[in-house]
């Protein structure tokens, strides 16, 4: 498939393929939770630093003050 450089490329609609839970055992839930929360720590922790990023960007392309 050809992407235009103008376009970034589709982005799946499904990051993650859940397992079927009625097969896992307590324990291995558990460690399905363990996985999913360090996971969700590590995507927290990339927004963060996106979010830091673009407003240090904002606060350096910010227009001066209006004489007046």
């Known amino acids: 498939m050809i992407f235009s450089d103008d ?3 589709p ?3 499904k990051l993650l393929t ?3 839970l009625d097969l896992l055992g307590v324990e291995e839930l558990a460690a399905y939770v ?3 929360q360090a996971e969700i720590a590590r995507v927290e922790q990339a927004m963060a630093s996106k979010r ?3 407003d240090a960007a904002a606060a350096f392309f910010k227009p001066p003050p209006a004489q007046g």
């Open 18 to 20: 859940p397992p079927p």
């Open 7 to 9: 376009e970034p490329p």
């Open 34 to 36: 363990a996985e999913l």
């Open 52 to 54: 830091a990023h673009k």
């Open 11 to 13: 982005r799946p609609k």
